[in-house]
């Protein structure tokens, strides 16, 4: 008799987005003359990059040729979207080989899909607040989670504590969504922790492209990270590929549990698996990676943290205590007067006809903070930093 996947019934009702779009919706129909200012967006706003979009045009004309058609890539990648992405990390004095670089559809298929290769009695340790897809993954695939609590008194950093217990751990730097970043003494007591217990860190990358200060990109700039780490990156935010979809993961080839290779499992799995990504999108990646291509993403990447900046100086303006936002798409504040993070969701859409997400929605411990973005058009961000300031000052 067939059973559906009974772990289904244990996950939590992710109501944060769909709760503040109903929220949004009734305000609008009761208000429907009022403009309102978005800065709950999780999305990015400006386009490709020229140079992808050159890319990706070429890739298609491609296409339209039999001398230049390409049926099914390596599923595992086209060897110089590998190369280009191993190019991007020397750039850093990581040195990856191209065949510990896998392409995929971007960093949210492959947090659930990387968990095929632990076992189910695995644990994950997932840091709060958190982005909801760890949870929700470990979830369906019946692990057992526990958390470890970011706040203040750790800046949103969190640290193994002696009697902490974890087979795969969730790191996310710069984090979403309090946008704080580890610094390499951190991630190396968190890699010396892995290793002396053979736990696997799983390390999300999304947006180490909005790292400014010298703060580690990425996990293997530790020591000993390729015995314990698997690093998601993604175009996304780095590049606005959140619609077109395209990203990459990195599984060193001497990362082993039980005499088991995890990068050789992991190729038997998308030659399984998948049938490869699309050559279109992969020539636009290719395309992101060059001299040019990183310059013109930098420009989007500089509008964004010029929109952060507006927001942190309006919240310096208000003396609301806030963090991430210098190395991290979002700014994370502490809501005024000691408000829940849904009171002061409905203060700002009522008062100010400003939209946030507020901290709840990532956890238990992220209730009193409320997150804004700054992947939002630079006039609505003014202004909605603006009103934000004035409601907290009273004005
Ligand atoms: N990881 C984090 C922390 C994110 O915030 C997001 C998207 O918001 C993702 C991963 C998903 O990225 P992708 O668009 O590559 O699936």
């Given at each position: 008799m067939?059973?559906?996947?009974?772990?289904?019934?244990?996950?939590?009702?992710?109501?944060l987005?769909?709760h503040?779009?109903?929220?949004?919706e009734a305000?609008?129909a009761a208000?429907?003359?009022?403009?309102?200012?978005?800065l709950?967006?999780?999305?990015v706003?400006?386009?490709?990059?020229?140079?992808?979009i050159?890319?990706?045009?070429?890739a298609?004309?491609?296409?339209?040729?039999?001398?230049?058609f390409?049926?099914?890539?390596p599923?595992?990648?086209i060897?110089?979207?590998r190369?280009a992405?191993?190019?991007?990390?020397?750039?850093?004095?990581v040195?990856?080989?191209?065949?510990?670089?896998?392409?995929?559809?971007?960093?949210?298929?492959?947090?659930?899909?990387?968990?095929?290769?632990?076992?189910?009695?695995?644990?994950?340790?997932i840091?709060?607040p958190?982005?909801p897809?760890?949870?929700d993954?470990?979830?369906?695939?019946g692990?057992?989670?526990?958390?470890?609590?970011a706040?203040?008194?750790?800046?949103?950093?969190p640290?193994?504590?002696a009697?902490?217990?974890?087979?795969?751990?969730?790191l996310c730097?710069?984090?979403n969504p309090?946008?704080?970043?580890?610094?390499?003494e951190?991630?190396?007591?968190?890699?010396?922790?892995?290793?002396?217990?053979?736990?696997?860190i799983?390390?999300d990358?999304?947006?180490?492209?909005?790292?400014?200060e010298?703060?580690?990109?990425s996990?293997?700039?530790t020591q000993?990270?390729?015995r314990?780490?698997?690093e998601?990156?993604?175009l996304?935010?780095?590049?606005?590929?959140?619609?077109?979809?395209?990203?990459y993961?990195?599984i060193?080839?001497?990362?082993?549990?039980?005499?088991?290779?995890?990068?050789?499992m992991?190729?038997?799995?998308?030659?399984?698996?998948?049938?490869?990504?699309?050559?279109?999108?992969?020539?636009?990646g290719?395309?992101?990676?060059?001299d040019?291509?990183?310059?013109?993403?930098?420009?989007n990447?500089?509008a964004?943290?010029e929109?952060?900046?507006?927001?942190?100086?309006?919240?310096?303006?208000?003396?609301?205590r806030?963090w991430?936002?210098?190395?991290?798409p979002?700014?994370?504040?502490?809501c005024?007067?000691?408000?829940?993070s849904?009171?002061?969701?409905?203060?700002l859409?009522?008062e100010a006809?400003?939209?946030?997400?507020?901290?709840a929605g990532?956890?238990?411990?992220?209730?009193?903070?409320?997150r804004?973005?700054s992947?939002?058009?630079?006039?609505?961000t003014k202004?909605?930093?603006?009103r934000?300031r004035?409601?907290a000052?009273?004005?």
């Amino acid at each position: 008799m067939l059973k559906p996947n009974g772990n289904y019934r244990n996950l939590k009702e992710s109501y944060l987005f769909h709760h503040i779009s109903q929220k949004v919706e009734a305000y609008r129909a009761a208000h429907p003359d009022l403009p309102l200012y978005r800065l709950g967006i999780g999305d990015v706003s400006r386009p490709l990059c020229g140079e992808a979009i050159k890319a990706l045009h070429a890739a298609v004309d491609d296409q339209a040729d039999t001398r230049t058609f390409r049926g099914y890539t390596p599923e595992c990648g086209i060897p110089e979207f590998r190369q280009a992405v191993a190019g991007y990390y020397a750039r850093r004095n990581v040195q990856p080989d191209p065949d510990e670089i896998f392409v995929s559809s971007g960093a949210s298929d492959e947090l659930g899909d990387i968990l095929d290769l632990f076992d189910v009695s695995s644990s994950a340790l997932i840091t709060q607040p958190a982005y909801p897809a760890y949870i929700d993954a470990s979830v369906m695939a019946g692990r057992k989670v526990s958390f470890l609590n970011a706040g203040p008194g750790n800046d949103f950093l969190p640290m193994p504590q002696a009697d902490t217990e974890a087979d795969l751990i969730y790191l996310c730097s710069p984090n979403n969504p309090p946008g704080a970043v580890y610094y390499r003494e951190q991630l190396q007591d968190w890699v010396d922790y892995a290793n002396s217990r053979g736990a696997v860190i799983l390390f999300d990358a999304a947006y180490e492209a909005f790292i400014e200060e010298d703060l580690p990109h990425s996990i293997y700039e530790t020591q000993g990270a390729d015995r314990c780490a698997i690093e998601i990156c993604s175009l996304s935010k780095t590049a606005g590929f959140t619609g077109t979809r395209l990203g990459y993961t990195v599984i060193p080839k001497s990362l082993e549990r039980e005499g088991m290779n995890l990068n050789a499992m992991w190729v038997r799995n998308r030659t399984t698996k998948t049938n490869g990504i699309s050559y279109i999108l992969q020539k636009g990646g290719i395309a992101v990676f060059t001299d040019t291509g990183l310059k013109q993403i930098q420009e989007n990447i500089r509008a964004y943290k010029e929109n952060a900046r507006v927001i942190m100086q309006a919240l310096d303006a208000a003396g609301i205590r806030y963090w991430g936002g210098r190395n991290a798409p979002y700014v994370w504040m502490a809501c005024p007067d000691g408000m829940k993070s849904w009171e002061y969701f409905d203060l700002l859409l009522n008062e100010a006809q400003v939209i946030g997400t507020p901290g709840a929605g990532f956890g238990e411990c992220g209730e009193g903070f409320f997150r804004l973005s700054s992947f939002g058009n630079p006039e609505d961000t003014k202004i909605a930093a603006e009103r934000i300031r004035k409601l907290a000052k009273g004005e």
